[in-house]
């Protein structure tokens, strides 16, 4: 049991680190992508979201037709294909093998978090991926080029899909329920969550090198603040099992955002370092939801990560695309940057709503757990 638990383990937290790269090394590199026009890069930065969504409410059917193994290994085969295609073209492979790497993602973002059963090697992997994005992709632009930065992420995906191959026996297989669950608080709050994460990840180099902020300290600013975000993305999901007040929580995990925007909007030059660390705090209202989604998945029925992943990103795509359309139009960040801290406010209020409208007590999830193998042949599993 303690090796299967292990295996387990690291088997999610290997999975998990693929889910942000993608994003995190685009947004890294935008600024020196050749064939990313400004209207381009608008939609670059709001297009995994929409895609992501997508992605969320077909998981369920996909995973019904070909089962857990099949489902996660297609969803790593495309990611591999895709972000080694998005970058032997130009504008248009970029966009199409963005979108499908994102739908790739997407598949696997609805299923780890049933899969980790709360675990925290989910959330830690995710928050490691998006760190290595944000570090490693500027130190290779800089070295080699655009393309080899990003194209590198193909070959960190092939090696999770080996692992997955590899992995001994199956992990216990989510229901795949379908139908609507009502979570509409639940669902704005991570859609309000996912908005402002993926405008730290896309836009905070490109916010500090239009403050005067030189390349090289703007993407280092961007690995500080995916950075900060580890240590939260492995202490949340113990303190969203064990806070009783939840409604301070997601004002506690809401607070640093603020602080860090409000330090973009005031005076991003003066200490961009602060800032971009107060943005990587705030990613721990990431792991809240994210772990709050798997707590309330009532018999690992895909319903309700399926439901509140693909409406949440979708409206997160909207809020991406109006801040990046209101920079394009005023010529200037402080503008969007107003609308994001209209956001927060939002993501506070949907926030307290989510954890007062339905109160159940959050039960402690056991290690996530490898099933030994079947005798028999895997039909739809």
């Not at 638990?5 to 890294?28: E, H």
């Not at 955002?257 to 107060?278: R, S």
């Amino acid at each position: 049991m303690f090796r299967a638990t292990t295996v387990s383990t690291v088997v999610i937290f290997v999975l998990a680190i693929n889910l942000r790269p993608a994003v995190t090394s685009l947004g890294a590199a935008l600024p020196d992508i050749s064939v990313a026009s400004a209207l381009v890069a608008a939609v670059l930065v709001a297009l995994p979201l929409w895609a992501i969504g997508l992605g969320g409410w077909a998981t369920p059917w996909l995973c019904g037709r070909v089962g857990t193994h099949r489902t996660v290994t297609f969803a790593l085969l495309g990611l591999v294909l895709s972000l080694a295609g998005r970058v032997l073209g130009g504008p248009i492979p970029l966009l199409a093998g963005t979108a499908l790497a994102c739908l790739s993602i997407a598949v696997l973002g609805t299923m780890l978090p049933l899969l980790a059963n709360g675990s925290a090697a989910f959330t830690l992997g995710l928050g490691l991926g998006s760190t290595a994005g944000a570090l490693v992709t500027p130190a290779v632009v800089m070295s080699s080029s655009w393309r080899i930065a990003l194209g590198l992420w193909a070959v960190v995906a092939l090696l999770a899909q080996q692992v997955w191959r590899r992995t001994p026996g199956e992990f216990v297989s989510p229901r795949t329920a379908s139908g609507w669950v009502p979570a509409t608080a639940l669902t704005i709050h991570f859609g309000l969550i996912s908005t402002v994460t993926f405008l730290v990840m896309g836009w905070l180099p490109g916010i500090l090198r239009n403050a005067g902020v030189s390349p090289a300290t703007a993407g280092a600013c961007l690995a500080v603040s995916m950075a900060m975000g580890l240590p939260m993305m492995w202490l949340v999901p113990g303190w969203t099992r064990r806070w009783t007040n939840q409604t301070l929580l997601v004002i506690v995990l809401a607070a640093p955002n603020v602080i860090g925007v409000t330090g973009l909007l005031l005076a991003p030059a003066a200490a961009p370092w602060v800032w971009a660390a107060a943005t990587g705090l705030g990613m721990g209202s990431l792991a809240f939801v994210l772990t709050t989604i798997s707590l309330r998945s009532k018999g690992s029925s895909l319903a309700l990560s399926a439901g509140v992943q693909g409406v949440g990103y979708v409206i997160a795509g909207f809020g991406v695309l109006a801040c990046g359309w209101l920079h394009t139009y005023t010529s200037s960040w402080r503008t969007p940057l107003m609308l994001v801290l209209g956001i927060l406010l939002g993501q506070v209020i949907s926030g307290h709503l989510s954890v007062t409208g339905r109160t159940p007590k959050l039960p402690v999830p056991g290690p996530l757990v490898v099933l030994p193998p079947r005798n028999a042949p895997e039909v739809g599993v």
